[in-house]
Protein backbone atom coordinates (compact mmCIF):
# COMPACT_ATOMS: atom_id res chain seq x y z
CA UNK A 1 0.00 0.00 0.00
CA UNK A 2 1.56 3.13 -0.91
CA UNK A 3 0.01 6.11 1.34
CA UNK A 4 -1.76 9.10 -0.58
CA UNK A 5 -3.25 11.09 1.81
CA UNK A 6 -3.92 10.75 5.87
CA UNK A 7 -5.25 7.08 5.40
CA UNK A 8 -5.93 7.11 2.44
CA UNK A 9 -3.85 4.54 0.29
CA UNK A 10 -3.35 3.42 -3.20
CA UNK A 11 -2.49 -0.34 -4.73
CA UNK A 12 -2.46 -0.22 -8.47
CA UNK A 13 -5.33 1.36 -10.21
CA UNK A 14 -7.49 1.10 -6.28
CA UNK A 15 -7.54 3.43 -3.63
CA UNK A 16 -8.14 2.09 0.20
CA UNK A 17 -8.89 3.33 3.28
CA UNK A 18 -7.28 2.47 6.47
CA UNK A 19 -10.45 0.42 7.76
CA UNK A 20 -11.92 1.76 11.15
CA UNK A 21 -13.61 -1.89 11.87
CA UNK A 22 -11.85 -5.16 10.83
CA UNK A 23 -13.82 -7.06 8.22
CA UNK A 24 -16.66 -4.70 7.17
CA UNK A 25 -17.63 -5.97 3.65
CA UNK A 26 -20.29 -2.95 3.62
CA UNK A 27 -19.57 -0.38 0.60
CA UNK A 28 -16.57 -1.82 -0.55
CA UNK A 29 -15.49 -4.42 -3.19
CA UNK A 30 -12.64 -6.14 -1.49
CA UNK A 31 -10.49 -5.80 1.47
CA UNK A 32 -6.39 -5.87 1.85
CA UNK A 33 -5.14 -6.59 4.37
CA UNK A 34 -1.32 -6.11 4.72
CA UNK A 35 1.34 -6.25 8.20
CA UNK A 36 -1.86 -6.94 10.14
CA UNK A 37 -3.85 -3.93 8.49
CA UNK A 38 -7.06 -4.13 6.87
CA UNK A 39 -7.90 -1.68 3.73
CA UNK A 40 -11.28 -0.79 2.56
CA UNK A 41 -11.20 -0.80 -1.47
CA UNK A 42 -13.16 3.01 -2.41
CA UNK A 43 -15.22 2.85 -5.42
CA UNK A 44 -14.59 5.94 -7.29
CA UNK A 45 -17.90 5.02 -9.20
CA UNK A 46 -19.79 4.81 -5.95
CA UNK A 47 -18.69 7.86 -4.35
CA UNK A 48 -17.25 11.46 -5.37
CA UNK A 49 -14.46 11.92 -2.96
CA UNK A 50 -13.08 9.00 -4.23
CA UNK A 51 -13.72 10.17 -8.10
CA UNK A 52 -11.80 13.37 -7.39
CA UNK A 53 -8.75 11.34 -5.89
CA UNK A 54 -8.86 9.48 -8.72
CA UNK A 55 -9.29 12.38 -11.22
CA UNK A 56 -5.72 13.81 -9.53
CA UNK A 57 -7.08 15.85 -6.40
CA UNK A 58 -4.05 17.05 -4.82
CA UNK A 59 -4.74 17.74 -1.62
CA UNK A 60 -7.35 16.23 0.49
CA UNK A 61 -7.81 17.92 3.91
CA UNK A 62 -9.45 15.06 5.47
CA UNK A 63 -7.19 13.83 8.54
CA UNK A 64 -7.56 11.68 11.67
CA UNK A 65 -9.17 13.45 14.67
CA UNK A 66 -11.35 16.06 12.22
CA UNK A 67 -14.55 16.96 13.22
CA UNK A 68 -16.58 16.93 10.26
CA UNK A 69 -19.92 17.80 8.88
CA UNK A 70 -21.47 16.02 6.32
CA UNK A 71 -24.75 17.41 4.38
CA UNK A 72 -26.50 14.69 1.98
CA UNK A 73 -25.19 11.72 4.16
CA UNK A 74 -27.64 9.13 2.70
CA UNK A 75 -27.96 5.28 3.55
CA UNK A 76 -24.10 5.83 4.77
CA UNK A 77 -21.66 4.98 1.56
CA UNK A 78 -19.04 7.31 1.48
CA UNK A 79 -19.80 8.60 4.60
CA UNK A 80 -18.20 5.07 6.10
CA UNK A 81 -14.90 5.81 4.06
CA UNK A 82 -14.79 9.52 5.93
CA UNK A 83 -15.27 7.68 9.26
CA UNK A 84 -12.16 5.34 8.78
CA UNK A 85 -9.88 8.25 7.63
CA UNK A 86 -10.77 10.59 10.66
CA UNK A 87 -10.66 7.46 13.36
CA UNK A 88 -12.51 7.51 16.63
CA UNK A 89 -11.29 10.52 18.07
CA UNK A 90 -12.91 11.99 15.00
CA UNK A 91 -16.88 12.75 14.52
CA UNK A 92 -19.01 13.26 11.68
CA UNK A 93 -22.71 14.91 12.24
CA UNK A 94 -24.42 13.51 9.15
CA UNK A 95 -27.44 15.62 7.93
CA UNK A 96 -30.17 13.75 5.76
CA UNK A 97 -33.50 14.60 4.77
CA UNK A 98 -34.80 11.39 3.70
CA UNK A 99 -36.01 9.24 6.47
CA UNK A 100 -35.51 6.14 4.55
CA UNK A 101 -32.01 6.51 4.37
CA UNK A 102 -31.88 7.42 7.81
CA UNK A 103 -32.85 4.42 8.65
CA UNK A 104 -29.68 2.35 6.86
CA UNK A 105 -26.94 5.32 8.16
CA UNK A 106 -28.46 4.55 11.28
CA UNK A 107 -27.16 1.31 11.25
CA UNK A 108 -23.85 2.22 9.93
CA UNK A 109 -23.36 4.86 12.79
CA UNK A 110 -24.01 2.11 15.32
CA UNK A 111 -21.54 -0.07 14.17
CA UNK A 112 -18.76 2.81 13.85
CA UNK A 113 -19.03 4.85 16.65
CA UNK A 114 -18.06 7.88 15.24
CA UNK A 115 -20.99 9.04 13.41
CA UNK A 116 -23.93 10.86 14.44
CA UNK A 117 -26.64 10.84 12.12
CA UNK A 118 -29.13 13.97 11.78
CA UNK A 119 -32.82 13.62 10.65
CA UNK A 120 -32.51 17.02 8.99
CA UNK A 121 -32.94 19.49 5.40
CA UNK A 122 -29.78 20.85 5.32
CA UNK A 123 -31.16 24.43 4.02
CA UNK A 124 -32.13 24.89 7.23
CA UNK A 125 -28.68 24.72 9.33
CA UNK A 126 -30.78 26.21 12.67
CA UNK A 127 -32.57 22.49 12.74
CA UNK A 128 -29.29 21.63 13.99
CA UNK A 129 -27.30 24.56 15.42
CA UNK A 130 -26.37 22.21 18.38
CA UNK A 131 -23.59 20.86 16.60
CA UNK A 132 -19.76 22.14 17.43
CA UNK A 133 -17.72 23.84 15.19
CA UNK A 134 -16.05 21.60 12.46
CA UNK A 135 -12.75 21.15 10.62
CA UNK A 136 -14.62 19.97 7.15
CA UNK A 137 -18.16 20.96 5.63
CA UNK A 138 -18.96 18.00 2.79
CA UNK A 139 -21.68 18.55 0.94
CA UNK A 140 -23.54 16.16 -1.27
CA UNK A 141 -26.96 17.18 -1.73
CA UNK A 142 -27.71 17.40 -5.56
CA UNK A 143 -30.11 20.20 -5.03
CA UNK A 144 -31.21 23.55 -6.52
CA UNK A 145 -29.60 25.97 -4.48
CA UNK A 146 -26.18 23.68 -3.65
CA UNK A 147 -24.01 26.27 -3.29
CA UNK A 148 -26.19 28.39 -1.25
CA UNK A 149 -26.46 25.30 1.18
CA UNK A 150 -22.55 25.05 1.72
CA UNK A 151 -22.27 29.15 2.12
CA UNK A 152 -25.25 29.21 4.94
CA UNK A 153 -23.85 25.81 6.79
CA UNK A 154 -20.06 27.39 6.20
CA UNK A 155 -21.08 30.50 8.00
CA UNK A 156 -22.48 29.04 10.77
CA UNK A 157 -20.69 25.96 11.45
CA UNK A 158 -17.00 25.99 9.93
CA UNK A 159 -14.33 26.93 11.54
CA UNK A 160 -11.82 29.60 10.25
CA UNK A 161 -9.57 28.54 8.35
CA UNK A 162 -11.62 25.29 7.59
CA UNK A 163 -12.28 23.14 4.42
CA UNK A 164 -15.71 23.00 2.31
CA UNK A 165 -15.43 20.05 -0.22
CA UNK A 166 -18.75 20.42 -2.58
CA UNK A 167 -19.22 17.67 -5.29
CA UNK A 168 -21.63 19.69 -7.26
CA UNK A 169 -24.04 18.02 -10.10
CA UNK A 170 -24.57 20.51 -12.79
CA UNK A 171 -27.66 19.28 -14.39
CA UNK A 172 -29.30 19.68 -10.16
CA UNK A 173 -29.42 23.05 -10.85
CA UNK A 174 -30.01 23.60 -14.45
CA UNK A 175 -30.96 20.79 -16.45
CA UNK A 176 -31.26 23.29 -19.51
CA UNK A 177 -27.68 24.73 -19.38
CA UNK A 178 -24.46 23.20 -20.08
CA UNK A 179 -22.53 22.13 -17.11
CA UNK A 180 -19.47 24.47 -17.97
CA UNK A 181 -22.17 27.21 -18.16
CA UNK A 182 -23.50 25.98 -14.70
CA UNK A 183 -19.75 25.99 -13.08
CA UNK A 184 -19.54 29.42 -13.82
CA UNK A 185 -22.22 30.90 -12.10
CA UNK A 186 -21.70 28.48 -9.27
CA UNK A 187 -18.01 29.30 -9.13
CA UNK A 188 -18.48 33.25 -9.07
CA UNK A 189 -21.12 33.00 -5.76
CA UNK A 190 -18.61 30.83 -4.03
CA UNK A 191 -15.68 33.18 -4.50
CA UNK A 192 -17.76 35.71 -2.43
CA UNK A 193 -17.27 33.34 0.64
CA UNK A 194 -14.20 31.42 0.10
CA UNK A 195 -11.49 30.56 -1.93
CA UNK A 196 -11.63 28.18 -4.26
CA UNK A 197 -8.19 26.33 -3.30
CA UNK A 198 -9.20 23.25 -6.39
CA UNK A 199 -11.73 22.45 -9.17
CA UNK A 200 -12.23 18.25 -10.44
CA UNK A 201 -14.58 17.93 -13.25
CA UNK A 202 -15.47 14.34 -12.44
CA UNK A 203 -16.60 12.60 -15.57
CA UNK A 204 -16.30 9.99 -16.36
CA UNK A 205 -16.97 8.62 -12.82
CA UNK A 206 -19.76 10.83 -12.44
CA UNK A 207 -21.02 12.91 -15.64
CA UNK A 208 -21.59 16.10 -15.29
CA UNK A 209 -20.35 16.92 -11.66
CA UNK A 210 -17.47 18.83 -10.41
CA UNK A 211 -15.49 18.58 -7.15
CA UNK A 212 -14.71 21.80 -5.09
CA UNK A 213 -12.16 22.08 -2.57
CA UNK A 214 -12.91 25.66 -0.53
CA UNK A 215 -10.85 27.18 2.05
CA UNK A 216 -13.12 29.74 4.25
C1 LIG B 1 -26.28 11.96 -4.14
S1 LIG B 1 -27.05 11.44 -2.67
C2 LIG B 1 -25.72 11.39 -1.51
C3 LIG B 1 -24.82 10.21 -1.63
C4 LIG B 1 -23.85 10.11 -0.46
N1 LIG B 1 -23.18 11.35 -0.20
C5 LIG B 1 -22.81 9.04 -0.67
O1 LIG B 1 -21.86 9.27 -1.45
O2 LIG B 1 -22.90 7.98 -0.03
C6 LIG B 1 -27.87 12.89 -2.14
C7 LIG B 1 -28.53 12.77 -0.79
O3 LIG B 1 -28.88 14.07 -0.33
C8 LIG B 1 -30.12 14.00 0.33
N2 LIG B 1 -30.68 15.36 0.32
C9 LIG B 1 -31.22 16.04 -0.71
N3 LIG B 1 -31.62 17.27 -0.33
C10 LIG B 1 -31.29 17.37 0.99
C11 LIG B 1 -31.42 18.41 1.95
N4 LIG B 1 -31.97 19.59 1.63
N5 LIG B 1 -30.98 18.18 3.20
C12 LIG B 1 -30.43 16.98 3.54
N6 LIG B 1 -30.27 15.97 2.68
C13 LIG B 1 -30.69 16.16 1.41
C14 LIG B 1 -30.92 12.99 -0.48
O4 LIG B 1 -31.98 12.44 0.28
C15 LIG B 1 -29.83 11.96 -0.82
O5 LIG B 1 -29.78 10.94 0.14
Known sequence: MKKKFDHVFQQGKSIFTEALIKNDKTFTKSIAKEAGKEYREWNPMKSKP????????????????????????????TISFFSDIVGENGIIYGVEISERSLRDLNDVAERRGNIVPIIADARKPEEYSWIEKCDIIFEDV??????????RNADKFLKTNGFGMLALKARSI???????????????KLKEHF??????????????????????
Not at 52 to 72: D, N, W
Not at 142 to 151: G, N, T
Not at 178 to 184: E, L
Open 50 to 77: AAAIMKGLKSFPLKKGMKVLYLGAASGA
Open 142 to 151: ASDDQPEIMI
Open 174 to 188: DVTKNPQQVYKVVEK
Open 195 to 216: EILEKVVLDPYEKDHAFYLLKK
